[in-house]
């Protein structure tokens, strides 16, 4: 029970109290809920955008509105790490210019642009799919997100001077690196009838443009960080709902 509460506690806002201390054990734990957790959001994230749609709110506006509660619910951390992490890969200094600019609590241009082209992307996905009423699809690429999460946390070492990241990082084994992927990938078959290949595609493509997201980041910035996993999480999301949106026009 104790990785349940930390899982949520670490992930959300909802009033749930983790255990008085934390350490790798405990931490690899919530890790490994994550994508429960995951599943969560994304279910309210699926619901949210369907009562929207229902009571009139326009597609376009409905996505917006579940991009921002996402943030709110998760507290903006994930998109604060995304908007770090590129200000970090856009830097020209050595790794540890790069971690104290990702450190800096401001956002350059780099995070600026990153977090618009990312957040019009999730929006503009989400509409999309909520147009064809495929809340599975929704509901999948939020939890997605946090599969990503396990496989950042397996075989890559934390970056000097990240607190979070030296709990967290390979902390998971390969069974879950394998396993949660594959549950994904299993569900994702059911979010395009008559396509059953294109979720499996959306969620392969997603998890695939994350970890090389995450495994550059590692070698520029000498390892993985909270930051780094809050990148994977908003890639991922923003990929995997991006492909089923196109796999919705086709069906």
Known sequence: MNGVRLAISWLTVLPVRGPETVDR?????????????????????????????????????AGLLVVGALALITRGMHLDGLADT????????PPERARQIMKSGGAGPFGVAGLTFTIGVQAFSFAALADSGR????????????????????????APGTGFGVLV??????????????????????????YPWLGPLAVTLGLATSMILVRHCARRFGGVSGDVLGAAVETTVALTAAVLSLAVRTV
């Open 25 to 61: 054990s405990a931490a690899r734990r919530a890790i490994l809920l994550a994508p429960l957790v995951g599943a969560l959001l994304g279910a309210g994230a699926a619901g949210l955008l369907w009562a929207l749609t229902r009571v009139g709110t326009s597609a376009s506006l």
């Open 86 to 93: 590129l200000d970090g890969l856009g830097s020209y200094g």
């Open 135 to 158: 809340w599975l699809a929704v509901a999948l690429a939020v939890a997605t997100g946090r599969v990503a999460v396990i496989l950042a946390c397996r075989g890559i070492p934390a």
């Open 169 to 194: 990082a390979g902390t998971q084994s390969a069974v879950a690196a394998v396993c949660w992927p594959v549950a994904a990938v299993a569900l994702a078959v059911f979010t395009v009838p008559g």
